[in-house]
């Protein structure tokens, strides 16, 4: 089992940035990929970033060039740096993380409200 804290949403106005961070504990050993999702009103969860262990990353094109993806190994914790925010980004951001995609422990999730 792996449990996640998240921490770092709140509200923002348009253009803004937020950082989101999330430390894990628990079987930390198996985690392979650790990432973001988000979920906003009335649609599916959807992933924002994710960050695999060898280093490589994963983002939605709506994020690219926006968000930052980071990990922090010595404190099993994993950042998203979300910067020139617009208020379709406004939603739920959970925390991931697991031995694969395919097999993904879930923080509680993190309020995130940009407005304009």
């Known amino acids: 089992q792996v449990q996640l804290a998240e921490s770092g949403g709140g509200l923002v106005q348009t253009g803004g940035s937020l950082r989101l961070s999330c430390a894990a504990s628990?079987?930390?050993?198996?985690?392979?990929?650790m990432g973001w999702y988000r979920q906003a009103p009335g649609k599916q969860r959807e992933l924002v970033a994710l960050q695999f262990s060898g280093g490589s990353t994963n983002y939605a094109s709506s994020v690219k060039g926006r968000f930052i993806i980071s990990r922090d190994n010595a404190k099993n914790t994993v950042y998203l740096q979300m910067n020139s925010l617009k208020s379709e980004d406004t939603a739920v951001y959970y925390c991931?993380?697991?031995?694969?995609?395919?097999?993904?422990?879930w923080g509680q999730g993190t309020q995130v409200t940009v407005s304009s």
């Open positions: 628990g079987s930390i050993g198996s985690i392979n990929v």
């Open positions: 991931a993380a697991g031995r694969s995609v395919v097999s993904l422990f």
